[in-house]
Every structure is written in C-alpha cells, then in structure tokens.
C-alpha cells in the first residue's frame, strides 16, 4: 500500500487541520463539568482560555519533537529516543488499552446524550438507552473503518463541514443576544466559585477534553509546504483561533443560561437551540450529532496507525498491525479498538471517562516534554529545524505535573488507581514477551495468529511505510 501526499498543505489548510481536528464533541460535553468544578461563570471562562494556552504551548514543544525526529507514531518514537524501549512500550500498551479506547467511548457517549435529547424533553434520557445507542455508535463506525478507507474519508469530510456550520450559528447568535443586551448572567461573575487545586484540575481535565488533538499536526508534517515556517505558525494562529471559538461559544451559551440552568441542562447545546432558535431547534441536536460522529470516526481512522506501529516493532500481538487482503484496511486493529471502547461504555459515564483518559494522557505529555528537556542535555549535536525556547517545555512539564497530581490528592478515586494499574500491567507483558521472548508464549499466540488471519482474512504489511 503505497500511499503518498501529492498536494502540499499550505499554511492556510495547516490551521484548517488543527481546527478541523480540535474541535469534535468536546466544546458540546465538557462546558457544563468545567462549570461544575469551578461554580462560576467567570473562572469557567478563564479556564476554557487557559487550557487553549496550555494546548498551544504543548503543540509548540511536540512541533519541536515532531521536526528533530521525523518518524510516525505519535509520542512513540519520542519517547523510545528520549528514554528507550520500556516508556515507549507503555506508552503503545497505554494508547491501547486506555487512551485511545476510552477517548472513542467517551465521544460516542456523548454522542448518543445528543441524539436521545430530543426525545426526553424536560428529563434526563434513561442511561440504558444512553449505553445501548453508544455500543450502536461504535459497532457501525467500527463497520465503516474497517469495510473501506476511501467510505471512512468521505465520511471524515462531510461530518467536518458540519461541525463548522453549527460552531458558527451557535457563535453567531450569541454575538446577536449579546449585542440585544442579554448581559445579566455576566454581572459579578466570579461570585460564588468554588476554587481548590483539585478542582481547578478537574476543570482542565474537561477543559482539554475539548482540546483533544492539539498534537495532530505532526502526523502531516512530511505534507506541510515550508515546514519550518508554518508549523509553528499554523500552532500560534490555528489553536488560539480554537480558544476564540471555544471562548465565544461559552459566553454564547451563557446568554441565555443562568450558570444553574446550564448545570441542570442534560445536553447544552440542546438547551441553547430550544432557546434561541425555535422551531428550527431540532438543527442543534442533529449537527451535534454529525459532530460527534465525525470525531469518533476519526479516531477510530488514525488509531490503527499506532497498533501497527507498535505490531512491526514487535510490542504487539502480530495480527493487529496485519492489513485486510481485499479491503486493504488495518482491520483487526479497529475491530479490537470498538471491542475495548464497548467494555468501557458499560460502566462508565462520560465524566468518569474523561477524568480516567485525562489523567493517562497527560501522564505521557509530561514524561514527552520531559524527553525534550533530556534531549537537549543528552542529544545535544541532533539538528533541530524549530527550536522553542527552554521555558515553554519547563511550564508545560510543570503544568502536567499538577494535572496528573492534584485529582489524586484531592480526590482519590478509584478510575486513576485502574488506569495506573492497566498502564503498569503492561510491564509484565514486556518482560514475559519481549525481554526474555519466551518460547511457549510464542508457542501460545503463533496458533491464535493463524487462525484469527484465515478467519478475517488478514496479511502481514508487506513493505515498513516509515
């Protein structure tokens, strides 16, 4: 599968890629538990527009990375330069088993609060309708990604368009209620926030739920025209273009919700439409919708990427990196992605969820930047086309610190002692099959290979694609 970019991405549709793929169902999820941990509406506002920062100064590190080694796999390759076989290994086991599964469950949940919105005006939807519509979500995406790359793209450009359209309406109105004067749920403002560390973490958490996909840029970097000019400068205008939006849609849904009435709301942007945009209210739920779909779909486009990755270096079960012969598409690593996704939608609710992704993710952004700083000192002769300057890796190290910190010492739940149990579990995979290689564990998965090859008729890659 010899796939190669022919156009060349300029500098307007490298800040189109990063909007495009920033904004996905979190700006429609996380307003309402960003308001919950902080209790007003002033530090929920300055909060959305902190987070933007933080995602723009992670982007710039990571376009740093990105352009001293320029190998695919996210923060794999990083992290292998920077550390060595073990972090990287569970880095890949993480995205595996934590990340990438539950980011996917999470959208598709919010998903299914849209679509069943409509139909319980005034009260919440039953969480079994919730759930089962979710599991619906994930089998059909898993269905299109893994039948034909070519359906899943058309797919990813429709749902793309959409989302714009409704970011704009949505922004575009409360532009119009604010020019009429509806300014009364901003008056004294920051009265009554509830504001702790551990809170403020939480915030972010839900905050950077909806900044998800900050680090994307450098999976196109090969495609950028001039990279070294227009990678950082897709960063410093597409994601504070991002927090703009993001910014503009909360003050938007504050026009018309009080800060009790948007906690109370079962899905925001719902409450808005019916507010502001009756009898077409029904547009709000429908496009939200689309939205969400598009990033799932997206997801579940760029997750096989990493398990095959991961399969040819051989950190994983062989079969995942193996390819489809007649569909030519990473099938047994999307169907084993909507599998984990679906274990993680029956006990989880999206809250839950985003907290227990957060708090993996940023684990591994940190220990990234961390690898930046280290390679400074340890790889000092390497070539760096964008250099960023010491500070910005030192704050974002800093700042992940507290994140991943704060929740746990503050309040100590059960979803971050499972997620450093999973994260760490993979530690005995690696010695058991990598370090010593033991035969009878080569002897146990060479038949499960086989039989699971002629039963989804799979192949191995034929040539690397670096």
Known sequence: MDLHFLSKVGLISGICV??????????????KSVLANVGAV????????????????????FAELGTMITKSGGEYPYLMEAF???PAYLFSWASLIVIKPSSFAIICLSFAEYVSAPFYPGCDPPIAVIKCLAAAAI??????????VKLASYVQNFFTAAKMVIVVIIIVSGIVLLAKGNTQNFQKSFEGSSLSVGAISLAF?????????????NYITEELKNPYRNLP???IIGIPLVTVCYVLMNVSYFTVMTATELLQSQAVAVTFGDRVLYPASWIVPLFVAFSTI??????????????????????????LSYISVKRLTPAPAIIFYGAIAIIYIIPGDVNTLINYFSFAVWLFYG????????????KKDRERPIQVPIIIPVIVLLLSIVLVLAPIISQPELPYLYCILFIFSGLIFYVLFIHFKFNWAQKISRPITMHLQMLMEVVPPEEDTE
């Open 294 to 319: 598009g990033a799932a779909n997206g997801t579940c486009f760029t997750a096989g990427r990493l398990v095959y990755v991961a399969g040819r270096e051989g950190h994983m079960l062989k079969v």
């Open 367 to 378: 220990l990234t930047v961390l690898g930046l700083i280290v390679m400074r000192f340890t």
């Open 233 to 235: 400068l897709s960063i």
């Open 18 to 31: 990063i909007v495009g793929t920033v904004i996905g169902s979190g700006i429609f999820i996380s307003p």
């Open 205 to 217: 958490y839900n905050g950077l739920w909806a900044y998800d996909g900050w680090n994307q840029l």
């Open 42 to 61: 002033g530090p929920c506002l300055v909060i959305w527009a902190a987070c933007g920062i933080l995602a723009t100064l992670g982007a710039l590190c």
């Open 139 to 148: 089998v059909v995406i898993t269905v299109v990604n893994t039948l034909s």
């Open 84 to 86: 060595g076989p073990i």
